[in-house]
């Protein structure tokens, strides 16, 4: 059972373009989300994050959106560059339960193509 | 160091061998944790440190595995008679408080044959 989902396997997006990876989540105990970026061979390096109580958050080319309702975030990037190619990681928390747990989808692999 | 170091970065066990896999956060990280994570999935909650205190190990896959940070820096996660479902990355991620400021090291790689 998947609390976290990613259901886009790949998205291949144009340089310049925006890229939008999406992300569903089922426990409504989460509370805080979390982006992560990962390359081959390296860790998961944190990217950017929400809680709850906003429906937005930006922090330069990247910006997360939260639609608590539809238990849906967003990831934009704009503009996309070839650097951003990687598997994005969503990832969610109950802070009000164990508050160090992370949750992860399966990711998502992004080709940004020059 | 800079970011969090795990080692060996790759470990290949014959089944039913023991494995031990380090990792050492960054200094002044109270919060220690470790993550599996399977091939085409995203990492799943192994263990969770405070200090030397073992918090929470609800994620550990059986009593095979074992996770320890003795002086409350370094940690290793040891897998007992290890078997092939066990082939995974593990990682290992520090934080001076919860979630907020996660850092990964490069995770180990164990592969058993």
């Known amino acids: 059972d998947q609390q976290v989902k990613q259901n886009s396997p790949s998205l291949s997006v144009q340089e310049g373009r925006i890229s939008i990876l999406n992300c569903d989540y089922t426990?409504?105990?989460?509370?805080?989300f979390l982006w992560y970026k990962k390359y081959p061979a390296e860790g998961p390096t944190f990217l950017i994050s929400?809680?709850?109580?906003?429906d937005k958050n930006e922090d330069g080319r990247f910006t997360v959106f939260l639609n608590k309702s539809a238990k849906h975030l967003s990831l934009h990037i704009v503009p996309s560059q070839p650097g951003d190619s990687a598997v994005y990681f969503c990832?969610?928390?109950?802070?009000?339960?164990?508050?160090?747990?992370?949750?992860f989808g399966k990711g998502t692999l992004l080709t940004v193509n020059p | 160091g800079a970011g969090v170091s795990q080692s060996p970065r790759y470990k290949v066990a014959k089944r039913g061998q023991d494995v031990a896999l380090r990792c050492d956060p960054i200094s002044g990280h109270v919060s220690l944790f470790w993550y599996q994570q399977a091939l085409g999935q995203g990492p799943e909650f192994l263990t969770y440190?405070?200090?030397?205190?073992?918090?929470?190990k609800s994620g550990l896959p059986s009593d095979r595995f074992f996770a320890e940070r003795p002086e409350g820096s370094v940690s290793t996660l040891k897998i007992q008679r290890t078997q092939q479902e066990d082939s995974a990355v593990y990682l290992c991620?520090?934080?001076?408080?919860?979630?907020?400021?996660?850092?990964f090291g490069s995770g180990t790689r164990l592969t058993v044959v």
């Open positions: 991620a520090s934080s001076f408080d919860r979630v907020a400021g996660y850092t």
């Open positions: 440190f405070q200090n030397e205190a073992q918090l929470d």
């Open positions: 426990n409504s105990m989460f509370d805080y």
């Open positions: 990832a969610a928390s109950d802070s009000g339960g164990s508050n160090y747990k992370l949750t």
């Open positions: 929400i809680s709850s109580i906003k």
